[in-house]
């Protein structure tokens, strides 16, 4: 092997600076890449856990309010254990049956469709619906 000449050491040195460093660089960018990628990938995870908690929640409202019997049930085995928090599950319930009455009327307003189905019911004698507020001729 035969020794590089001073000048052409130097240049060897800074070529491998050179290398090195965009080596560094592209290591650094590497490293930027994969924490965007974990940080998106724990975003995803959270929002999936989210989805997850609103679907279980949903669903238990749902036999909750399909089921009286278990409805009964928790509400007993809550005023074993405090009176109190029976009493404050059935007010809560009740805020909630009114709160969920109200934003479905307010929707069934706003379309323009009656507040109570039997409200479009047809009468024998007028032929028309009750809810016009206009009487049939008279006899």
Do not use: C, K
Not at 20 to 44: K, P, T
């Amino acid at each position: 092997m035969t020794r590089p000449t001073p000048g052409e050491a130097g240049r060897l040195l800074i070529e491998l600076e050179v290398s090195g460093a965009r080596h560094e660089d592209a290591l650094r960018n590497l490293e930027v890449r994969v924490r965007r990628v974990i940080r998106l990938e724990r975003r995803a995870r959270r929002e999936r856990n989210v989805w997850r908690l609103g679907a279980l929640l949903l669903a238990g409202v749902s036999l909750l309010a399909r089921t009286p019997r278990l409805r009964q049930g928790i509400l007993d085995l809550a005023g074993r254990s405090d009176p109190d928090l029976r009493d404050r599950l059935l007010r809560a319930g009740h805020r909630m049956r009114m709160i969920i009455g109200d934003v479905w009327i307010e929707r069934l307003d706003e379309s323009g469709a009656p507040v109570h189905p039997a409200a479009w019911s047809v009468t024998a004698e007028i032929g028309r619906p009750l809810v016009t507020g206009t009487e049939g001729p008279r006899a």
